[in-house]
Structures are given as structure tokens and as C-alpha cells.
């Protein structure tokens, strides 16, 4: 394993404390990401987090228009409920506080038994679940959260900065889950630090499909085959779940080890295909956002857009991850 | 009778078994999971060791309310706030102290019903619960048989060791394994095998 | 070799492509990326261009504040002079156009043409050669182009929305080149899809010290070593070659391969190193933003700011790479 | 003397050639450079090709003129420039057709005065010169001594290929190679080897 790390126990404290460095509009505490400024008074509090390896997400979207607090855990390993308590009653601007939760059992404990014990504190929580690579039936925990936290962050944090209400600010992000799917594709596996090697090993012609965000290995492997054949599949696997009709919001997101310019040439075979089933890109997003450490490969997230849903993607962001418009 | 010290034993060579065995639970979680679950435990049972030698508890009960309020504080992950639960909701349960092979069974049983309840799984979902289940039953068959506290904890040990082997063939339902369907099938549940190495330090302890 | 992309060939034009989908905002004609809204009469355009590879450098900075055009190359190789007099004429806007070159043989030879054989249009020219490890002698091609491009194009950039005359904008480059230096480390080399294979190859245990962005090797071979004391080697060629002192603009910038999490552990020790001689990191940037397609490594560029070179920097720029202010 | 057919059939040659040495020149060009010189040269000589075809040049001027311009068009990096320069440095000074090797002797000289200008390379620096030079003394040599036109371009294609291996032991003071330093030194450079090929195809054209 090489990394650019001082110590595997000490790659998420270290990664913070110089996001710290490089940002003055944050500020980190024991491993939570807040926003330098504080809460405002009357706004709904934005609070995300899960294990970290997934960098920008999320402590990279914390900042005006997007979340208020970011929960780190260790690499790919949840947080415990006391940060999630600590940031949720740091960040209450007195308008109660949303919790965004990746679909994963670890991710919903915790952020459940927090939501339990924090105090004085008007908590609404939105489950992502949007990968469709897994079928949601008794069968599984239910889908993956992936892509689609991004689009959650984006939206729900701009309706919140505009004073819109808790219920509202949830039912926002909520339907931006519902309308949201995702699939992955990845050509390598990722080495998680304290593991030391790839969690999988992949054989030099073959991609696995189907992939989360933890390195997790996928539902299928096949031969490696050119960027149009694979987001295909990817499409298809999205089309099939949810056919794509009208204005759409489309990512197409880098697992972390994979060059911009590769996910340009995803993303041109990507538009095509939306083009081909007579749908419209309307807004895009192409880059490594939603990663899982330095895997090589790319996922794409799909979400349906109205004119309301429009504005608020258009809606100004800053963070250090995602912005415009300020 | 299981004696306060007893307790405190436990979750020493809980610590230690899991320290040694880390890079296999490891490794069985990277094969259907995320290659954390080691790492995650051997964090947070040293932290329930410092804990406890920091202040020692005056019972079994506070000992085990301890370590499973400190697993849930450290751990992270599903495993923490699972294995939390059941010490926590064994904790609540075991009010005698010294505690009795029966007292202990049914606290242990009430754990294991907790981590069904917060995790929705069942025996068969290739998890934790398939090596707790069946070293409960054994616990309780020791108490209807009578047999002593050692003899019952290694029955326990065993049944736990034969309930995480089983999870070999199992497809999982539950966690992050379901997410790979029938290629979970063919590799030991990290949880499960994690399991069974408590009751083993249990035994081992009370021998 | 495993990559996203449909053929050898075609890696270079798809990639573009993907761009133009996913950015209304730029337009491509032969492997030039161009300003939608056109060139603006009275403001100086600026070119600029090179092999590619280096995503988002450079059609990543085309846009308000920026680049005007941007001449991709194949990968690693300089483009042809005849995209570069296509841009030159398209861009010009009546005030001249600034062509921003790295200092590499082949970029400078084919600008050069270029430069001579565009008509009826004021060309100047600025050479960016930022990167420590090479010695500027006799016995060189001089030191490379590398980090302080995006430095240059950016703040140039700025200057030229401001309407300033050729010879100010040129001058403002020539100044901002001047005062930045780089030095890069590897991690792994990088696969160029023409070549099918790593350039070099590097063992499990060693980095490449002075590597440049062309995958080329570096100029000596290390053990792997904590990222304190890799970012403590970086700092020490750049503060050997001119000692920290002041204001400075610093970027921590990922080769390609990079997860941001590790560049931000750099970046901490960068900021730590810094702090350490009495100077001052008064803006930053962390990031994949000069890369070398996959290689797994960063570099560091240092540019000491003054006020004007401030407000320049924090002037609004709206590009695929790099936005804020708009 | 030499005709047009005969420059027009040195570039088919030489595309020929490159094509077979393509990974070749690539794998020299990735030891200290960036892996590209191959792929490069294919890419401008199969043009040139293309160009000569659709086109047929009337002189042995035009096909080099055209053939440098092609260079200059299609190849990029160093190499494109340099060796477009030299073709139309050279299209330039013949100005006589059929060619006699007197003739051909000093525009080859010109042309390579012409990439030592443009790229301010002189022999010893480790570039494409250390093979050019070589081959344009050896073409003057065998004009002096009054040689037939085979023989003086099978001793410059020798003089290249010699000189193109003498690069191996030197140390890189110009282009890529040279910010390697001492670590440039035991490898054979890219454009002094593509070079060799070129008198190489002339050579045996000519045969
Ligand atoms: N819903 C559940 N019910 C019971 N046990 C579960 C459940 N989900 C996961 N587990 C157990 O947790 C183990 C994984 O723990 P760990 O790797 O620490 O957490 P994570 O999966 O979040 O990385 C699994 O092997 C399984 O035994
Ligand atoms: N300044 C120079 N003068 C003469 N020849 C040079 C010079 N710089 C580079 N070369 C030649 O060009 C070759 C590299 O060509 P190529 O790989 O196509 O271009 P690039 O270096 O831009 O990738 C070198 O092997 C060398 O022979
Ligand atoms: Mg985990
Ligand atoms: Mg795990
Ligand atoms: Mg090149
Ligand atoms: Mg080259």
C-alpha cells in the first residue's frame, strides 16, 4: 500500500486538519465539520456524515446552500452517535435540524440512537437509497445511499437557506430521493489504510458491476469493454428502474482513481444515450464527488427535475466541493 | 457463580482474542463487506478494557453497562451500536451480583432478542444473530440440565463457534453482504465469527 | 490497461466532446475549446494549450475570468501550430492575445510557429517554467511548466476582464511566473492509452522525487515516507529555491490518481511547513487541477501574493475548474 | 542521380519503417521522455504518405516541401517541428530536379543546420542532431571522394545509426531527457534513433 498518509489511525484526523488549514469558512471538532459562521437563527440545520474515504462528500459540502455539519467516522465505518448528537444540537438554529443518512445499517443505527438522545432538539431524518444495482426486498438491507446524497445535500440546503420550514426542507429532500438512481461501475478495488491492500482483486480485464461506495465488490463481473458499452450498462441498469423521460439532472461521478478525462468520455456516451431515449440533460455534474478512496471507476446519478427543483439546483453554493453562484 | 472480576476477565480476553484474530475479521469483511469490522472492534473492546481499569465497577451489571455504552461510543459501523445494545440491555438485566448461570442466560437471551429488535435479522440472515442464537439456546438446555457454570460457557462457545461456520453457505439478508446476493455465498460472516470469539473468551475465562 | 475511454485513438476528441455536452458554456471546433459567448471587443483574449492529460488544464479554465481558448494536443504531445492560429485569430477581440506556453520543447516550438505565422494579430507570448526540480542551465531545456500555469491563466485571466492593455496582461503572467515555484512527487507513473502500459515503474516501497506532469521520471527515487516528511522534501526544494516569506498563495495539487482526503493530510503539513518559517498561507487551493492522467502523487506550487496579485486571485471566475464570485 | 519517384518512395519507406519500430521508439521515448515519439512519427508519416498520393509532387522539392509542412501540421511535440524543418529547409535549397547527390549533400546539411537553429541542439546534447550530423558529414565526404549515390547513402545511414547508439552512454542537455539529469545517461535517445531509420529508408530506396 502507498498513500499519502502519516499514520492509517490517524489519515481521518489528519485529512480534517487540513481541510481546516485550507478552508477558514470551516471549522472542525472532534471530528465534525461545521460551517466557521455557526448556526442561523430561524434556518433548518443541515447535518450529514458517515464513514469517511468518500471525499469531497461530506464534509466538502459543508458551507452556505448545502449542509451545516458533517459527521466523519473512520474510514468507511459510520459515526457514533455522540458527534452526531454534539453537531445536531451545535447547528439547531432553533428551526429543528435534518439528518441525511446513507442507506446503510451502520449509517441508520447510529444516526437513529443519536436522533433518540439528543435533547430539545426538533430532529426529521431523509434515508438515501437510490443505488439500483441493489433490489430493495426482504432479501437486502434495502438499496445503497450513493450519488444521490449529493443531489439531497444541494437541494434540501438551498430550500433550508430560503427559511422554508423542517417539514418542508424533509419532504424536498425526500423527493429528491425518491426521484434520484444510481449504478456504478468500477475497474479497480480501493485500499482502505488500516486494511493495508485492495479490498477486492480485480483481474486486468475485468470491470465489476454494480459497485457501492465502500469497496464493496459488485452483484457481477465482466470483461472490461469500451466507455460507450459500460455506460450502457449503467444507463440501462437506471432506465430499466425509472425510464428516463423529460428534463434531467445528470452526474456522472468518479469512484476517486479516475482521471477527469475519462469521465468526460463517460459523460459524452452518457448525454447520448439520454439524447437517444428522447429525454434532455438540463443540468450536469462531472467529477470525482461521491469517491470511495482511490478506486478507479465512475457511477452515474439520475434525478428528474421540475422548474422548483431546477431553481434550487441553480440556487447559489459555497463549499469546497460545489459552488456557484457566489 | 459469575463474579464481578469475572465480567471484567471477560471483556480482557475479548479484547485480546480480538486483537489477535483483527486481520481475519478483517479479511472476512473485505471478502463480503468493507474491510473495517476488525479494525472497528479491536478499537473499541481496548477502549472498554481502559475504561474498566480506569474505574473498576462494583458489579457485573455496571461492567457490562460500561462496555456496551463505551462499544456504542467507539465502534461506529453496525457492529458497535449491535454489540452495545446487547451488553446494555444485559446490563439492565442482570440485577443480582454475584450472578447465577440462569441469571446470566436470561440476561444473555434479552441481549440477544435486542439485537434481533434493532437490527430486524433473523437466525438464517447470515449475521451476528447466527452465532448468538444458538449459543443462547445452549445456555439455556445447561440450565435446564444443570450442568456448571464452566461446562455451560464452553456448550455456549461451541455453539457459537458451529452457529458462525454455518453462516459459510448462508446467502445474506442483512448488512452489507446482501448487497452482493448469492456472491455472499461461501464466506463466514465477519459478525458471526467476531461472536464467537466472546463466548470463546467467556469460556475460556471461567475455566 | 484498464480506462474509461472507447479507443486509443479517439480518447483525446471524445473527452472533448463529453466536455462540450456537459458545458453549454464552451464550444469545440478541432480539439479547440473555446468561450461560447465569443470573443469580447477591447479585452485581451488569452490561449492557451498543450498536451493533454492534464485535465481540468487546461480546457478546464476556459470561461469568464480565464482562458479564452484552450489547444488540446494528443496526450502529452503538443498541439499543431495551425489549432493555435485558429484560436489566436478567433479570440481576438481588437487588443491582441496573450499566449500562455509551458516551457517544454515541443509546446514552445509549435507556439512559436504559431506565433509567427498568425496575421493581423498582436501576439504575446509568456513561458511558464515554475518547477524546482530542474536546474535552469546550460544543461537543460530549462525548468518545467507545471503548477503555476493554473496560477498564471488565473490571475492573467483576471486582469484581461479588467481591460487592461497586451503588454500589462503579459506582464502580469510574466510577473506571476516569476514569482511561483513547484515540485511534484509520484506515487505510481501514469498510463498513457497509446503506450498501453506505465511509462515507469516504481516499486511498492519507493516514490519518484521531481517528477513533472508528462509522467516522465523524476530525479531520484525514495522510500515511501510519511506524508510529513514528503511534504517537508516538496517544501524544502521550493524554500531552498526562494525562501518563504509573507502572504503566500500555495496549491496542493493532485497528479490525477490522488483521493482529495490524502491531499488534504499534504496539504496540513504543507500549511504546518509554512506557518513553521514565519510565513503565511493567505489563499489555497487543494485538488486535482494539473494533472498527469493516473499517477498517484501531488505537487506543491508556492506564489508569493502582494495586494494587487490578491485581489486578482479573488477576482470572480466561472470555468469547469475553477469558479467562485459567480 | 535521384528523381522525384525516388523522395516520393524514401517517405513511404520511412512510414514503412516507423510503423514496424513504433512501439520501439515509444518504449525508447518512455525511458526518458513521455512515450510518445512513436505514435507521433506514425501519425505525421502516414500523412505525408496520404498527402504525396493525393496529390503526386512534380519535383523533388515539392515532395519535401510538402512532406516538412505535413510534419509540421500533424506531428506536434518537438519532434514535428524539427523534422519539418528539416524537410523544408531542405525543399527549399534543392532547387534542382533530378538531384544530384552533391545537391541532395547540401540541402541535407542545410536542413539539419535548420534544426539545430530551431532547436539549439548541438551534437553531444543527446537529440536527433547526434544522428543527423554524423549522417551529413558522411554524405559530404562521399561527394569529395566522388561515390555513387547508393553507396554515399548507405555510409549516412551507417554514420546515423552509429551515431543514434553514441547516444546511449551520453547525458541529455536538451529536450525531455534532459531534466532526468545522470539518469538520462545509459538509454538511446528517441529522435537520434527515429533519425536513423529515416537514412535507413533512403538508403535502401535508393538500393
Ligand atoms: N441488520 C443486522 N443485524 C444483525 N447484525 C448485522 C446487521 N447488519 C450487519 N450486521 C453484522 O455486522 C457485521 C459487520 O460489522 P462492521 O463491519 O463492523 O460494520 P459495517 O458493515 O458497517 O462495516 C456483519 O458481519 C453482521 O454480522
Ligand atoms: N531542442 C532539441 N533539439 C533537437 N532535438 C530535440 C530537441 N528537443 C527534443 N528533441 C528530439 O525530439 C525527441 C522527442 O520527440 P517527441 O517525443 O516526439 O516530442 P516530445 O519530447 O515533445 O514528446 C527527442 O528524442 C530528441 O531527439
Ligand atoms: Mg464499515
Ligand atoms: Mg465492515
Ligand atoms: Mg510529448
Ligand atoms: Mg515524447
Redesign the pocket.
Known sequence: MKKLINTADSVVEDALNGMAAAHPSLRVRDNVVYRAAGPRPGKVGLVSGGGSGHEPLHAGFVGYGMLDAACCGEI???PVPDPIIEATTSVDGGAGVLHIVKN???DVLNFEMAAELVEGVEVASVLVDDDVAVQDSLYT?GRRGTGATLFVEKIAGAAAEEGRPLEDVAAVAADVNRRSRSFGIALTSCTPPSAGKPIFDLPENQVELGIGIHGEPGRTRVPIAPARELAGVAMDAIHGDMPLRGDLLVMVNGMGGTPLSELYVVFGEVAAYVKGRGARVARSLVGNYVTSLDMQGFSVTVCPLDDELTRLWDAPVETPGLRWGR | MMDTDLFVAWFEESSRLIRRERDRLTRL?AAI??A??GT??DRGFSEVCKALADDPPGSASEVLTTAGTILIRR?G????P?YGSLFRQMGRALRESPVTLAGFAAAFEDGVVA?ERL???TPG?K???DALTPASRALALAVRDGVGVHEALVKAADAALEGAKATIPMQAK????SYLGQRSIGHE????ASAALLLEALASVAG
Not at chain 2, 459501523?77 to 458497535?80: D, E
Open positions: 468507511f465505518t459510520s446503510y445499517t451502520g438491507a | 469483511d463487506g468493507d473495517d469490522h472497528n472492534l465502534v459501523g453496525a457492529a458497535g449491535l439485537i437490527g430486524k435479522a440472515d449475521t451476528m444473530v442483512k448488512g452489507r453482504a460472516d465477519p459478525g458471526a
